[in-house]
T-cell receptor
Framework: ETGVTQTPRHLVMGMTNKKSLKCEQH?????MYWYKQSAKKPLELMFV???????ENNSVPSRFSPECPNSSHLFLHLHTLQPEDSALYLC????????????FGEGSRLTVL | TQLLEQSPQFLSIQEGENLTVYCNSS?????LQWYRQEPGEGPVLLVT?????EVKKLKRLTFQFGDARKDSSLHITAAQPGDTGLYLC???????????FGGGTRLMVKP
C-alpha cells in the first residue's frame, strides 16, 4: 500500500469510447503525475500538476485530457484513443522533499481495441 | 534532455548468484533514485542517493552514486526469486521537480 490508489485496474475500450482513469492519494502531497508505461519503452511522463495547476504537458495528444480538481485527486479522460495507446498508465504523487521521491499507484492497464 | 541508460536491459540468473545493474548518464543529477516494479504493480522506491560517492545498503542490495553524480550502480548479493522485477533508476534535477527515468533492467531470478 503506497497511499496512491488508481481505478480501474483494467480497462478495455473501443476507439470511439470515452472513459476516465482516476487516481487518489492519501499522502498529503501537492504534486501529482501521469506516466505511460509501454512494453520495451522507458516510462513516459505525460502530465504534472503542482497545487492543482498543470505545470507540464509532455506533448501529449489531445485525446488524453487530464483534470486535477484538488491536490488529492487526478483524472485522465480518454476519448477516441488508438490501439497504440494501449499501455499501463501510472499515477504518482511527489513528496515535498528536494529529492522529489515518487509514490506510484498500481496502475491502470488500458487496452484499446 | 537528460538521458539515463541502464544496463543490462535483461538479466536471468540462478538463485544465489550476485549481479550488478548500471545506470549511466552524461548529465549531472542532484540525486538519484532506484525503484523496483513487480508484475502488475507500480514502481516502489528502494533508495535515494544524494552525495557523490555515497553508498547505501538495503539488506542484500548495495547502491552507489558515482563521484561525479552522473552514474549509479545497484549490486545484489545472493539473489533470491523475490528479487525478480523491473529495476528503474531515476535522476532528479536541482529542484527535485522532474525525474528522468532509465529504460529499466528486467531481472529474473530462477530458483
Amino acid at each position: 500500500e503506497t497511499g496512491v490508489t488508481q481505478t480501474p485496474r483494467h480497462l478495455v475500450m473501443g476507439m470511439t469510447n470515452k472513459k476516465s482513469l482516476k487516481c487518489e492519494q492519501h499522502l498529503g502531497h501537492n504534486a501529482m503525475y501521469w506516466y505511460k508505461q509501454s512494453a520495451k519503452k522507458p516510462l513516459e511522463l505525460m502530465f504534472v500538476y503542482n497545487f492543482k495547476e498543470q505545470t507540464e504537458n509532455n506533448s501529449v495528444p489531445s485525446r488524453f485530457s487530464p483534470e486535477c480538481p484538488n491536490s488529492s485527486h487526478l483524472f485522465l479522460h480518454l476519448h477516441t484513443l488508438q490501439p497504440e495507446d494501449s499501455a499501463l498508465y501510472l499515477c504518482a504523487s511527489r513528496s515535498g522533499r528536494l529529492t522529489g521521491e515518487l509514490f506510484f499507484g498500481e496502475g491502470s492497464r488500458l487496452t484499446v481495441l | 534532455t537528460q538521458l539515463l541508460e541502464q544496463s543490462p536491459q535483461f538479466l536471468s540468473i540462478q538463485e544465489g548468484e550476485n549481479l550488478t545493474v548500471y545506470c549511466n548518464s552524461s548529465s549531472v543529477f542532484s540525486s538519484l533514485q532506484w525503484y523496483r516494479q513487480e508484475p502488475g504493480e507500480g514502481p516502489v522506491l528502494l533508495v535515494t542517493v544524494v552525495t557523490g560517492g555515497e553508498v547505501k545498503k538495503l539488506k542484500r542490495l548495495t547502491f552507489q552514486f558515482g563521484d561525479a553524480r552522473k552514474d549509479s550502480s545497484l549490486h545484489i548479493t545472493a539473489a533470491q526469486p523475490g528479487d525478480t522485477g523491473l529495476y528503474l533508476c531515476a535522476g532528479a534535477d536541482n529542484a527535485g521537480n522532474m525525474l528522468t527515468f532509465g529504460g529499466g533492467t528486467r531481472l529474473m531470478v530462477k530458483p
